[in-house]
């Protein structure tokens, strides 16, 4: 065995940890057993797989599905502990486990890490976070049931969300569960607001339906200033946008809230916090809305202190004072990069519209270019996001040495992503998974639209020179010219980890449901794979 490598190097608390191996030539297959010990504790204890030996094997019990019994036969794996907020170094310990032809296990010598789990990336300074966005998943049907349980959750549709009302006593505990970490520090700074009366709050949103944060903005009264886009289907008098933009008329009075769409959209979700006892604001890709919070994969970044404050109010002031002008925008200093002044982490942060002269899609396309060790992007719309990005990605995916993962919402024509073992095909999200073998379930839709959102790219995040650009920037030109926009870019390893880590759990999370929904024996169960019997010539797992 190789070894253990890059188990969540990232920062998450609640957190997923994951782990990289090699094999090594054997005459019998060879898999990986774990087991972690938390802090305080004072045993190691199995992390079970969710699958098994075929019934034939002699491996039954309650514990059959613990890896020592029923090792994973994966290069890597997710693991949420179940007490993550726990201070202290969580330890993980990795076996390499043989099976001989017999199909009896035997454990070689193990390799151990240990792991502190932090709340904020860089506390006072940055924090990254996402929304769980997994509603699609074997995790969501043991927890909350399959369409049903989304069904008594959930608005029937976006325009329903302000008025929406669950009937499900599970729905605080689910939204929690879907919502993650965005939605904790959206929901945490806005109630942190309320409570200092010095507090000034600015907002820019897109999609805006949830009730949980229009009813904390509510309580801020003329403390409040907010832009809502009224583009396409956000505009009509009963959108639920529009319904917003009354209710906060109503509290904040009606100067306090302006209805934009710049050039083409006011495509910015971001929030800014100013007060005595909060200096806060939070850009990304996740939008203050039930499909944004609880079924897409989106990210959140979170920045505090007095200059990250200053730069996105400016921004805010720029985007109000120039409403759907895109020459008055693209001549303020927001529309340049601007550094965030932090001590522990170099954060820069630009708002759209760009100038075509001043746009930043050449120069991401050449960070792109530049990719030295590995490539991992998760782009919404990458299929209609045709030129400088598209072709980079093209580019990298096709040299030899360079290991790429990326993840589309949609097909992208010529651009044939590959797993490791050279196959293809590439993790773009499918549908509802139906009839899948057991021990899985069937799985709940989440619901028509978009459900994988992020808009990402990391480049290198093993190296130095690694680098994050992310935010509600699509990396198209309608992005860097014609939307308000905010875009980062993160140069550092500890960031770029904790997306790649991201990355890693969606493609394995997708490509696995793209692999069932195509497959053409569903019903046969997935079991572990025991070694080719002697003399067939197979080659063991």
Known sequence: MAGTRRMAAAKRAPTRMTATHNHAPSRVSKKKSTGRHEPGGTQFYAITNRISFPESASHHGPNHLASDLSPFQKFRWVHFPYHAGIPGIFTYRVYPVFQDAGNVLSRGDFQEVGIELVAETYPGELNICFTRGFISSQAFVDKFGTNGGVGTILPPNANAGIDFQSSDPQEETALAWMGFEARSVILGALTAAIADPTAQVRVAAYDFNDQE???????????????????????????????????????????????????????????????????????????????????????????????????????????????????????????SWNDLGFTNVDVQVTFSPHSSAKGELKSIANDIAGTESSLFYSLAFLYETKGVIQNAIKDVTAKDGIFVYGLSDKSVGGLDLQLPNGNPPIAFPSNLLQNVPPPFAEEASGGSGTRLHHKFVVIDFNKPTACVYTGSYNFSTAADTKNAENLFLIRDQRVATSYMIEALAMFDHYEFRDQEAKSKDAKKPIELQTPPAEGSGDKPW
Do not use: C
């Open 213 to 335: 944060i229009v009813s904390r903005l509510q309580q801020l009264k003329d403390r409040l200033k907010i832009i809502i886009d009224d583009s396409g289907s956000h505009k009509p008098p009963n959108s639920a946008e529009s319904k917003a933009a009354e209710l906060l008329s109503e509290s904040a009075g009606a100067d306090n809230v302006q209805r934009q769409h710049m050039g083409d959209l006011q495509h910015n979700k971001f929030v800014v916090v100013e007060g005595d006892q909060i200096k806060i604001a939070i850009g990304g890709s996740t939008n203050f809305s039930w499909r944004g919070l609880y079924v897409q994969n989106n990210n959140s970044v979170v920045v505090q202190g007095t200059t990250a404050v200053k730069v996105f109010n400016d921004a805010f002031e720029n985007l109000w004072s120039s409403p759907n002008s895109t020459a008055g925008f693209r001549n303020t200093a927001s529309a």
